[in-house]
């Protein structure tokens, strides 16, 4: 079945004009972006990021993956914020190293131990667990979002971007 995907959360990524996302920085983004799940199969990766969720766009891709399988970092980068909303519950925000984009992990289930607003994090790292928390409904699944973030780098505001074709290009057949 299809998972309920998230609604975004309050605050959430919202897909301002600005800052523009060029292709080629989509490029150099595919040359580190790791699975945030190990052993990722394309299956699992529902390629929704258009889809209506309610009155808004989903812009995010969702994994059904078992409840508790280990979230892992796609990036080098920081823990920027951790966050609970009512829509994507236990959630993490990450920064990229670069300061570029902001990956978003929801619907956790629980975090890693030790994840803490400022942590550095390395690409495989454990951040944390699938879950149902939020509206995920009934199936566990990651609601894996990525967006581009301005100048200011607030960890809410950003330009999404689909995570999709990334995945599938580190998810095994
Ligand atoms: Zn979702």
């Known amino acids: 079945m ?16 600005t800052p523009v996302v060029s292709a080629a920085e989509i490029a150099a983004l595919g040359t580190y972006f ?10 699992a990766i529902q390629d929704t990021f258009a889809a209506m969720r309610g009155s808004h766009r989903h812009e995010a891709t969702d994994i059904v993956a078992a409840r508790a399988t280990p979230v892992l970092a796609v990036a080098d ?39 803490r607003e400022g942590r550095m994090l390395h690409a495989g790292d454990v951040i944390g667990y699938v879950g149902t928390t939020g509206n995920a409904g009934a ?19 950003g330009t999404a971007i689909d995570p999709y074709p990334l995945l599938r290009a580190v998810a095994s057949p």
Do not use: N
């Not at 299809?2 to 004009?17: F, I, L």
């Not at 920064?95 to 990956?103: E, L, V």
């Open 77 to 115: 980068g920081t823990v920027a914020k951790l966050f609970t909303s009512a829509a994507g519950g236990l959630t993490l925000y990450e920064f990229s190293a670069d300061g570029t984009w902001c990956f978003y992990y929801a619907h956790l289930d629980g975090y890693a131990d030790g994840m």
């Open 139 to 157: 199936t566990s699944h990651l609601h894996f979002a990525i967006f581009k973030l301005g100048p200011e780098r607030i960890w809410w505001q």
């Open 2 to 17: 299809t998972p309920t995907g998230a609604r975004t959360p309050t605050p959430r990524p919202t897909a301002v004009p």
């Open 34 to 43: 790791r699975a945030p799940i190990a052993g990722l199969a394309v299956a």
